[in-house]
């Protein structure tokens, strides 16, 4: 059985966890914790230090998700969980636009760890929205042969096409 490590990446509040929690066949291991904004109010939560789960795409192939923290203070975990990774996936969230300066710093410290294939997961964005997935390319910077996918972070079956368009840069990579 083939292990293949996948980080699975992104700025505050893309989408990782529930990315990650769409495919797994385990239980998630979550590391989240309530955060607060300005006021001390309640703000929702968000990932400290990782979130890992599994699937199984074939017979013969196992993919480990290991999801970061989404802020950069965070970013000894991002270290930490780019070593042995085979490729990662960075997750943004197409209608936030304002994070994408964070998403471009995550490409750069990535890509520094670590020479492994990558794509761009779009989340909220329609499988036939090609002008926001342009528009995301744009916004990010990214060169043509960077694989921009279109995801819902909540539909198993997209995460999976996600996945499997990682795999296969691997894969590609390898040969």
Do not use: C, H
């Not at 490590?5 to 990315?19: D, L, Q, W």
């Amino acid at each position: 059985m083939q292990s293949v490590k996948v980080v699975v990446t992104g700025p505050f509040n893309a989408g990782k966890t529930t990315f990650i929690k769409a495919v797994s066949e385990i239980t998630v291991l979550s590391t989240e914790r309530q955060v607060s904004d300005a006021s001390g109010e309640g703000s929702g939560e968000t990932t400290v230090a990782m979130d890992f789960g599994r699937i199984t795409v074939s017979d013969d192939v196992v993919l480990y998700l290991f999801g970061t923290p989404g802020q950069s203070r965070f970013s000894f975990m991002w270290e930490t969980l780019s070593e042995g990774m085979l490729g990662f996936v960075l997750l943004v969230d197409a209608t936030e636009p304002q994070t994408f300066a964070d998403a471009k710093e995550m490409i750069g410290f990535f890509g520094e760890m670590s020479e492994v294939p990558f794509v761009v997961a779009a989340n909220k964005v329609e499988a036939d929205d090609v002008d926001t997935i342009r528009q995301v390319r744009t916004d990010l910077g990214l060169a043509d042969s960077v694989p921009l996918l279109p995801v819902d972070a909540r539909d198993k079956d997209s995460v999976k096409a996600a996945l499997l368009g990682l795999l296969y840069e691997i894969l590609e990579s390898m040969s």
